[in-house]
Structures are given as structure tokens and as C-alpha cells.
């Protein structure tokens, strides 16, 4: 969710991921893929960085699939190890 503001001055916490379309004209409309039309204070290219920030801060969160590249590589490293244990490559 991202922290907005409609044009009253009242807060609106906008789910990112129903953003269909944001246009300039003039005030900032954001169209959500239900079809409903928000109007907010911010500009079009604040409404966008907040919501790259937003995904950005989500995918940090997200566990990375680095324990698994972890695991492979510790296997590959296992079997470079086995391999040079093993006798000459050469």
C-alpha cells in the first residue's frame, strides 16, 4: 500500500497493485483496475516513485532464493572438491 493524499487533505493508503492507470489532468487520477478513479494531491511522478519504492521495499522483504543458490553452490563446490580428490584432470 502507498500513503497518498485526495485533494480534501484526507489520507489514502492506495493498494499498488490495482493501479491501472495514474494521468495528469490536471490534478493526478489514479484508475484502479475496478474502474474506480482516485484523485490525489501528489504528482504522477511521486505517485510512480512511491510505488517503485514500495515494490522495491516488498521485494527486499521477500526470503531470496539465495539459500538455494547457496545450497548449489556448495554442491558444485563438493563435486569441484570430489573431482580434484579424484584424481588428475589433466
Do not use: C, W, Y
Not at 10 to 30: C, G, H, M, R, Y
Request: hydrophobic letters at 40%; proline letters at 3%; aromatic letters at 2%.
Amino acid at each position: 500500500m502507498i500513503q497518498l493524499t485526495r485533494l480534501n487533505n484526507q489520507p489514502l493508503a492506495v493498494n499498488s497493485d490495482l493501479v491501472k492507470f495514474v494521468d495528469t489532468a490536471p490534478d493526478t487520477v489514479i484508475t484502479l483496475i475496478t474502474g474506480e478513479k482516485v484523485l490525489v494531491r501528489e504528482s504522477t511522478e511521486e505517485v510512480i516513485r512511491r510505488i517503485i519504492e514500495f515494490r522495491r521495499a516488498v521485494l527486499a522483504g521477500l526470503p531470496s532464493t539465495g539459500a538455494n543458490l547457496g545450497l548449489a553452490t556448495s554442491l558444485g563446490s563438493r563435486s569441484d572438491d570430489e573431482d580434484d580428490a579424484g584424481g588428475d584432470r589433466g
